[in-house]
C-alpha cells in the first residue's frame, strides 16, 4: 500500500507560493517586515481576483491574511498552519490598489502534528 506524504513534505518550501513565493509568476510576491511585533506586508491586487466589478473577491483578502498570520510565526523559527481563521471584512477593497497588512499574536494554541 501506497503511504501518503509525510508532515515534512507536506509543509517543504519549494518558493511557489501563491502569497510570497518568488518563483510563482503570477503570485503576490508579498514581502515581510517587523515593526515591533506586528507583522506587515503589502500587495496589489490585480483584476483577475476580483469578485464584483472592480472589487477584490473576499477570498482572496482571506488569502493574504492567513499568509501573514503563518508567516508571524514561520519567520521566527516557529512551524505554524492555518487550522481555522474567521475574516470579518468591513468595507469593500478596489483591485489595482496597493493593500497594508498586519498580523500580531493574540492567542496560540499549541498542536503536535
Excluded at 43 to 49: D, M
Excluded at 63 to 89: F, P
Excluded at 91 to 96: A, E, G, I, M, R
Aim: charged share 25%.
Amino acid at each position: 500500500m501506497k503511504e501518503g506524504p509525510t508532515v515534512g513534505s507536506l509543509f517543504a518550501d519549494d518558493r511557489y507560493c501563491l502569497c510570497c513565493g518568488e518563483k510563482n509568476p503570477v503570485g503576490f510576491q508579498m514581502k515581510f517586515r517587523y515593526e515591533g511585533e506586528r507583522l506587515l506586508s503589502e500587495a496589489v491586487i490585480p483584476k483577475v481576483y476580483q469578485g464584483f466589478s472592480n472589487v477584490v473577491h473576499g477570498g482572496i483578502l482571506g488569502t493574504l491574511l492567513d499568509e501573514l498570520m503563518v508567516n508571524l510565526y514561520w519567520l521566527k523559527g516557529e512551524k505554524a498552519v492555518t487550522a481555522e481563521y474567521q475574516v470579518r471584512l468591513k468595507s469593500p477593497c478596489p483591485v489595482n490598489r496597493k493593500v497594508f497588512l498586519s498580523a500580531w499574536r493574540v492567542e496560540t494554541k499549541k498542536t503536535s502534528f
